[in-house]
T-cell receptor
C-alpha cells in the first residue's frame, strides 16, 4: 500500500564503495525526484525524471547516477562513496512536472559512510 | 532563480494557543507555494499549497496559510496548536514562469508545542 517506497532504509558502508538506492512509486505519477537532506535538515534536489527522461540535473558529482527503467522506478547509484555523502536521501513523485503538482515523498534512506 | 526564507529556526507555543510559522519567497514569475511537515525519521508530508485564487488556503490537520503578494509571504497558521503538531515544517516555492522547474525548499522551522 506504500505510495513511494525506498530500499534500503539504512545503508552503512565504507569510503570508496559503490552502492545503490532503489525507489518505486505505485501512484501512477509521471515525475520522480531524488533529494538529499544533510545533517542540518537542509533539503536539496538532485535529479528529476519525467517519463524516464532526465529533466533536472543539479550540480551533483558525476559519482551519482540516476537510472529510471520505467516511470514507476527511479534508482540512485553512487560510486566511490565519500564521507560527505552521508545524508538522508529522499525519493519523491508527482503527477506531472507542472508547477502546481505537490510531491509525495518516500520514507528516506539514511546513508552513513565510514 | 527562486528562493525561500524561513526566518525562525524554532517556534515554541503552548498547546491550545495559535501558531504561526513564517515563510517569505522570491520568484520571477507567479509563485507556486507549498508547506510540508516532517516528523522524526519520516519523509515529508504535503500539508497545503497555493497556486491561484483565494489567498487563504486550508490544508491537512487544521492548518491554513495566507498568501500575501505584496509582502511575498506565505505564513502557516493554526488556530489551536496540539502537542502532536510538533515537527519540522518546510516552506517551498516553484517559479510559475518555468514549467517543470525545480521546487526550492526553505531551511525548515522546528515547531515545539508544549502541554
Amino acid at each position: 500500500d506504500t505510495a513511494v517506497s525506498q530500499t534500503p532504509k539504512y545503508l552503512v558502508t565504507q569510503m570508496g564503495n559503490d552502492k545503490s538506492i532503489k525507489c518505486e512509486q505505485n501512484l501512477g505519477h509521471d515525475t520522480m525526484y531524488w533529494y538529499k537532506q544533510d545533517s542540518k535538515k537542509f533539503l536539496k534536489i538532485m535529479f528529476s525524471y519525467n517519463n524516464k527522461e532526465l529533466i533536472i540535473n543539479e550540480t551533483v558529482p558525476n559519482r551519482f547516477s540516476p537510472k529510471s527503467p520505467d516511470k514507476a522506478h527511479l534508482n540512485l547509484h553512487i560510486n566511490s562513496l565519500e564521507l560527505g555523502d552521508s545524508a538522508v536521501y529522499f525519493c519523491a513523485s508527482s503527477p506531472t512536472r507542472g508547477g502546481g503538482s505537490e510531491q509525495f515523498f518516500g520514507p528516506g534512506t539514511r546513508l552513513t559512510v565510514l | 532563480a527562486q528562493s525561500v526564507a524561513q526566518p525562525e529556526d524554532q517556534v515554541n507555543v503552548a498547546e491550545g494557543n495559535p501558531l504561526t510559522v513564517k515563510c517569505t519567497y522570491s520568484v520571477s514569475g507567479n509563485p507556486y507555494l507549498f508547506w510540508y511537515v516532517q516528523y522524526p525519521n519520516r519523509g515529508l508530508q504535503f500539508l497545503l499549497k497555493y497556486i491561484t485564487g483565494d489567498n487563504l488556503v486550508k490544508g491537512s490537520y487544521g492548518f491554513e496559510a495566507e498568501f500575501n503578494k505584496s509582502q511575498t509571504s506565505f505564513h502557516l497558521k493554526k488556530p489551536s496548536a496540539l502537542v502532536s503538531d510538533s515537527a519540522l515544517y518546510f516552506c517551498a516555492v516553484r517559479d510559475g514562469m518555468e514549467y517543470g522547474n525545480k521546487l526550492v525548499f526553505g531551511a525548515g522551522t522546528i515547531l515545539r508545542v508544549k502541554s
